[in-house]
T-cell receptor, first 112, second 116 residues
């Protein structure tokens, strides 16, 4: 079983919809939770990161972490066609250099 | 400021051959990490170099190796290529590597390797 599970999709939504992307994990040592966006033929770019549990908002994006359930989510409000990309969750434990464990990514398509 | 560059962008090799991929980090960044990305496994960590030393390593066979030069540029080598090595190989750079856990690493566009 993988340490991080993510539904690969694809997820197709109409423009303006609220999108919910999710990951589950098994390693209770994970403290840092990140969301990356990857456009076709590009490398991933960081959207936001959260430390431990709670919510974090950045514009149309909200990240939620529920450590008790080992479940993280990314919500995209008022989705735009430019949001069409693959979204990767990533996690790491704390202390010095720690490698990052990524989910397989969810492909999102926002239909105009 | 120029981003992370990777060369070549596309590569086709035959089983049994070896391949060398190159990565130039953002100016001033001293940590370079390599990842393999496949549809089934996602991004998997290969190794990380800092100041010419391998500091961290993922669970890949010894056929996968790398090195870092004094100017922080890095290369990774895969020997005796197998069909399963077909993937997108991504390089990411960061200042020191300690910010990676907060997402402070910048990815290049990757090298698409196809093994036939």
């Amino acid at each position: 079983q993988k340490e991080v599970e993510q539904d690969p999709g694809p997820l197709s939504v109409p423009e303006g919809a609220i999108v919910s992307l999710n990951c589950t994990y098994s390693n209770s040592a994970f403290q840092y939770f990140m969301w990356y966006r990857q456009y076709s033929r590009k490398g991933p770019e960081l959207l936001m990161y959260t430390y431990s549990s709670g919510n974090k908002e950045d514009g149309r994006f909200t990240a939620q972490v529920d450590k008790s359930s080992k479940y993280i989510s990314l919500f995209i409000r008022d989705s735009q066609p430019s949001d069409s990309a693959t979204y990767l969750c990533a996690m790491s434990s704390s202390g010095g250099y720690q490698k990052v464990t990524f989910g397989t990514g969810t492909k999102l398509q926002v239909i105009p | 400021k120029a981003g992370v560059t990777q060369t070549p962008r596309y590569l086709i090799k035959t089983r049994g051959q070896q391949v060398t991929l190159s990565c130039s980090p953002i100016s001033g960044h001293r940590s370079v990490s390599w990842y393999q990305q496949t549809p089934g496994q996602g991004l998997q960590f290969l190794f990380e170099y800092f100041s010419e030393t391998q500091r961290n390593k993922g669970n890949f066979p010894g056929r996968f190796s790398g090195r870092q030069f004094s100017n922080s540029r890095s290369e990774m080598n895969v020997s005796t290529l197998e069909l399963g090595d077909s993937a997108l190989y991504l390089c990411a750079s960061s200042w020191t590597g300690t910010g990676v856990i907060r997402g402070e690493q910048y990815f290049g566009p990757g090298t698409r390797l196809t093994v036939t």
